[in-house]
């Protein structure tokens, strides 16, 4: 073993002892709050009906339907398909969701983010700690239970078993908030099960969910008022083997330099977060077409796409081209070379129905019918929106991987082995659910509808981030 690895192991050991100790805490603390009777320790609500809200990252719609099946959240009606915005990550999933309840723009893609204005990444571990932004000025603050960033980065310490361990607190700790509030909504959120659908697998995110379920009937059970639940998850996990995409190699191949910062025109900045579907890239915007032809070549990669006056470009395998334009809430989806999302057949049939005007335009909801049960659901909408999103830090390129390929942080290859990913525009990574005991739900739902569906809550927390994006027309100038 050399030395490089016994000292990873060595940090390896003392997050695992702070982990323990933690969940120790935590769970003394919920054996304590579990023996008082329902009204005792809290505040009678004054509201006949309580809400209970609560996000779960990254549980994919099929699986709500597996456990379903096999018995479980049967007091719940039947769940919707909550289609994500593309890249299907979080920050930019949840911004979508929460911008009815005031969620302003995220900062990145991720928390892990290329500043333009900086010029710099920003946002990793020692920025949360130091900072404390991982919740302030984030659609993070809108919850009433959301784990710390230094709980959230112990379920890494020894994965899946502190995923797991982090989880459960996770379950504690909404109990307790829930039984110790008299707001007559309450807005929660786990991340832990993301983590456990990458790091854990199937078999252990089932057991969580299983838990959840319980953990939702006793608060039902043990309240002295009504409580109506909804859950929602901000996109799917796809449970498959993994290769990595050789994205890197290739973006080297083509001249360019992987550095921290835009220096030049061969810069590229090129974020590793996580292990995802998807990929961001930040270089000066002359060079967007060349690297999008040049990535679409690599093993394992679906499409690339970029912007350019308002026009979105899709670039697929064997230089395969089309482009996406936008007019009011009527959508143009026009093929140069070959078809990249392959949608010809669905436009022979939305033209035979008349759906198509003169100009080739085919309305909003035309196309969310007519693909969102697709291979790609509503993917030309989604790539449009995508590649303009409610980012303050917008991307020059992003990349679409294949399923079984994904890209990211090499160090937490080293501690984990990926059974599961979202980023992509595939089925299983994009559906995510909803679900509640008292709605009637469509059999679809956009991300944007996700809080009408669930009957508009209002929350009683305001977020304190910034109102305005920033756009990619200022990544050259920003970033020299």
């Excluded at 309240?223 to 990595?244: A, L, T």
């Excluded at 659910?433 to 209002?458: C, E, K, M, N």
Aim: with cysteine; aromatic share 10%; net charge positive.
């Amino acid at each position: 073993m050399n030395e490089m690895t016994m000292k990873l192991f060595g940090k390896r050991q003392i997050a695992v002892s702070l982990l323990i100790l933690l969940f120790l805490q935590t769970t003394l603390q919920g054996l304590a709050a579990t023996p008082l009777a329902p009204s005792e320790g809290k505040t009678t609500p004054t509201a006949q009906t309580r809400r209970l809200i609560i996000c779960v990252d990254g549980v994919g719609f099929s699986l709500i339907e597996k456990m379903r099946g096999e018995g479980r959240f049967k007091q719940f009606g039947k769940p919707a398909r909550m289609i994500a915005p593309f890249p299907t990550l979080t920050n930019v999933a949840m911004t979508e969701i929460l911008t009815p309840v005031g969620a302003g723009p995220a900062a990145g893609y991720e928390d892990s983010f290329f500043d333009l204005e900086k010029n710099r990444m920003r946002g990793g571990l020692l920025d949360r700690f130091r900072s404390g932004q991982f919740i302030k000025g984030t659609f993070r603050e809108l919850f009433d239970y959301h784990p710390s960033a230094i709980k959230s980065g112990l379920g890494y310490a020894a994965p899946p078993v502190s995923t797991y361990v982090e989880s459960l607190t996770d379950l504690v700790r909404l109990r307790q908030k829930f039984r110790a509030s008299s707001d007559p909504v309450f807005f929660a959120y786990t991340g832990a099960t993301d983590s456990l659908a990458h790091l854990g697998g199937e078999w252990l995110l089932r057991s969580f969910l299983s838990r959840l379920d319980d953990t939702i009937t006793d608060i039902i059970r043990d309240s002295p008022v009504p409580v109506e639940v909804s859950i929602f998850s901000d996109h799917g996990n796809h449970f498959r083997k993994y290769k990595r995409a050789s994205l890197k190699e290739a973006l080297r191949r083509a001249g360019m330099r992987l550095e921290g910062r835009v220096r030049d025109d061969r810069s590229v900045v090129f974020p590793q977060y996580g292990l995802v579907g998807s990929a961001v890239l930040f270089t000066e915007e002359q060079n967007e077409a060349r690297l999008a032809h040049g990535l679409s070549a690599v093993r394992g990669v679906d499409f690339t796409a970029y912007e350019t006056n308002g026009v979105v470009y899709v670039v697929g395998h064997g230089g395969a081209l089309a482009t996406i334009e936008r007019r009011g809430d009527r959508y143009r989806y026009q093929t140069v070379k070959g078809d990249p999302l392959s949608l010809a057949g669905v436009l022979e049939k939305l033209k035979a129905q008349g759906r198509i005007d003169a100009e080739q335009f085919i309305a909003e909801a035309d196309w969310f019918e007519a693909t969102r049960d697709n291979e790609r659901p509503d993917a030309v909408v989604r790539i449009f929106e995508g590649m303009n999103a409610p980012i303050r830090n917008r991307a020059n390129l992003i990349v679409n991987l294949e399923d079984g390929y994904y890209t990211g942080s090499f160090s937490m290859d080293i501690f984990a082995f990926l059974q599961a990913t979202h980023g992509n525009l595939g089925r299983e990574q994009s559906f995510g659910f909803v679900i509640g005991t008292a709605q009637d739900l469509p059999a679809y739902i956009r991300a944007a509808d996700v809080w009408r569906a669930i009957g508009s809550p209002h929350l009683h927390k305001q977020t304190g981030g910034e109102a305005n994006a920033s756009t990619k027309s200022s990544n050259t100038s920003k970033s020299q």
